[in-house]
């Protein structure tokens, strides 16, 4: 358990060795572009980073946040759900993609009814292992303090231990809960 420093800050630290110049890497949940930039700043100008939100406003955000920090890594955002990844990613991008994040439940700052859901962040989750490379990390923060999102986060929570592609740790806290795994992708051809 881990009570001393919000998970988010966690999360960033536990991706950073995972992530090098050059790198691709992707967020699943743009949000307010948050680990968008984090992404951003630890791939460089060489890297690339993709982010995915259904919101038009959190994409907004995720762009004016980047262009504050004056970051020069070529960004693509993707209006569509973290669903869709696989079918927007360039099909080159599978198996060489450094690392995923998601940042589920509804936007701060905005309708509250506009929420992630198991579904679609299970088919995202599954989508990831196609794209991930061997010994890339996927970092999700699940919210549990929204309808759906404790449900949510036990499927994600299951999902993870299940996967035996994955090695899991989960990071809890009074609210959200952190799924940090590593991508092993043994027997597997990249982009399988």
């Given at each position: 358990?881990?009570?001393?420093?919000?998970?988010?800050?966690?999360?960033?630290?536990?991706?950073?060795?995972?992530?090098?110049?050059?790198?691709?890497?992707?967020d699943?949940?743009?949000?307010?572009?948050?680990?968008?930039?984090?992404?951003a700043?630890?791939?460089?100008?060489?890297?690339?980073?993709?982010?995915?939100?259904?919101?038009?406003?959190?994409?907004?955000?995720?762009?004016?946040?980047?262009?504050?920090?004056?970051?020069?890594?070529?960004?693509?955002?993707?209006?569509v759900?973290?669903?869709?990844m696989?079918?927007?990613?360039?099909?080159?991008?599978?198996?060489?993609?450094?690392?995923?994040?998601?940042?589920?439940?509804?936007?701060?700052?905005?309708?509250?009814?506009?929420?992630?859901?198991?579904?679609?962040?299970?088919?995202?989750?599954?989508q990831?292992?196609?794209?991930?490379?061997?010994?890339?990390?996927?970092?999700?923060?699940?919210?549990?303090?929204?309808?759906?999102?404790?449900?949510?986060?036990?499927?994600?929570?299951d999902?993870?231990?299940?996967?035996?592609?994955?090695d899991?740790?989960?990071?809890?806290?009074?609210?959200?809960?952190?799924?940090?795994?590593?991508?092993?992708?043994?027997?597997?051809?990249?982009?399988?």
């Amino acid at each position: 358990m881990n009570v001393h420093r919000p998970l988010t800050r966690l999360a960033h630290e536990l991706l950073t060795p995972y992530l090098s110049t050059g790198d691709i890497a992707v967020d699943a949940t743009a949000g307010n572009g948050h680990d968008t930039l984090f992404l951003a700043q630890q791939v460089g100008p060489t890297g690339r980073v993709h982010a995915f939100d259904i919101q038009s406003s959190a994409l907004d955000s995720t762009r004016e946040r980047l262009r504050q920090a004056a970051c020069e890594t070529p960004l693509r955002l993707h209006p569509v759900s973290h669903a869709e990844m696989l079918h927007q990613l360039p099909t080159d991008l599978r198996g060489r993609v450094a690392a995923i994040t998601f940042n589920l439940g509804y936007l701060p700052g905005a309708d509250r009814q506009t929420v992630t859901h198991s579904e679609s962040t299970l088919a995202a989750l599954r989508q990831s292992l196609l794209l991930l490379r061997p010994g890339g990390a996927l970092s999700v923060l699940a919210y549990r303090g929204h309808p759906g999102g404790r449900e949510e986060a036990l499927a994600v929570g299951d999902w993870c231990e299940q996967e035996v592609t994955l090695d899991h740790q989960a990071h809890e806290s009074p609210g959200p809960i952190l799924h940090f795994c590593t991508f092993r992708n043994e027997g597997r051809s990249p982009g399988e």
